[in-house]
């Protein structure tokens, strides 16, 4: 049998793994409070490295989302949609500020889910999802989703049990009827722990330009965070499928959150290879009229 040295099992691994694949949920049960919230998974080295990353990153994506961008207005119909989902403070505005706040805003649309509307409940639940969908070339974030109606829905009994129970299978159709039309669907769980959403809420308090932020009612539903915990472990166990599969994102450093979303964005976007669109007409004779008409 030939002997295999370090170097050769070194270099049949692959040399790097993406995050995607690191932070993605595997099928089958979940539990989320056995999920490290503190984790660093794929980042060598401190939070120095983690932030410098980061900004290394970000004109990447700005170019793969101007060519997703550019590809939708020359006919294309591929699409990114972001969901994210978590508990409050969890950080889903910092990511939009920090990661999705690198591309040029023409490019993204972003929807926030409140509480539905007296309008929005006479509907299905996702009437409201569906209008707010990107279009060709679009990255649409969802801070927030249809997620909401198994989860929140669910731990405040807003409708019987069997109602939120038969809207798992509709949303695995729905994202998978999302996928066929040229879609890529991210789904993204910030998964922060009670103590640090406790913290983050205390520093609120403790400064005058955070005030704002703070919402007494989220002190109230702490009290309902072991029952939240427990309906996304179902959600995301009964909604992880191949064509929108979850990632859970440890968040309790908000620099790593940041750093895994935006390579996950920018994985996603690798995959789909997007070309410039060849132009529509000559460039040498469009360079010769304007030449002659200068
Ligand atoms: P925030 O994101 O902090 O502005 O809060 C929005 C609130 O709306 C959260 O408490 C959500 O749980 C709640 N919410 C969002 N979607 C729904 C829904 N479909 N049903 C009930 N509450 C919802
Ligand atoms: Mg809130």
Not at 1 to 12: E, F, V, Y
Not at 99 to 117: E, L, N, R, Y
Request: aromatic share 8%.
């Amino acid at each position: 049998m030939a002997k295999t040295s370090a170097k050769d099992t070194k270099d049949a691994r692959p040399r790097v793994q993406r995050v995607s694949d690191l932070l993605r949920l595997p099928t089958g049960p979940v539990d989320l409070g056995a999920i490290d919230t503190g984790a660093t998974t794929g980042v060598d080295g401190s939070k120095s490295e983690g932030k410098k990353a980061l900004d290394l990153l970000g004109p990447r994506l700005a170019d793969l989302q101007e060519r997703l961008f550019a590809e939708g207005k020359s006919g294309g119909s591929r699409r990114l949609l972001l969901v994210l989902q978590g508990m409050d403070t969890s950080g889903k505005g910092g990511t939009l500020r920090h990661v999705v706040g690198q591309v040029d805003p023409q490019g993204v649309t972003i929807h926030s889910f409140k509480a539905p509307t007296r309008e929005e409940l006479a509907h299905d639940f996702l009437w409201r999802i569906k209008r707010e969908l990107p279009g060709p070339g679009m990255i649409g974030v969802f801070d927030r989703s249809y997620f909401e109606d198994v989860v929140v829905v669910r731990v405040r009994n807003l409708v019987e049990p069997r109602t939120w129970r038969r809207r798992y299978a509709t949303i695995n159709r729905f994202e998978e009827s999302l996928a066929a039309g040229g879609t890529t669907v991210v789904k993204c769980f910030l998964h922060i722990s009670k103590h640090e959403s406790r913290d983050r809420l205390l520093r609120r308090l403790d400064k005058p330009d955070k005030l704002w932020k703070f919402n007494p009612g989220d002190v109230d539903s702490r009290s309902e965070w072991d029952s939240l915990i427990e309906a996304y472990s179902d959600a995301l166990e009964r909604c992880n499928i191949d064509v929108a599969p979850w990632h859970v994102i440890p968040a309790d450093h908000k620099w790593y959150r940041n750093w895994a979303i935006m390579n996950i964005l920018v994985e996603q976007l690798e995959a789909l290879k997007v070309e410039w669109p060849p132009p529509e007409f000559d460039v040498a004779e469009q360079r010769a009229r304007l030449l002659g008409h200068s």
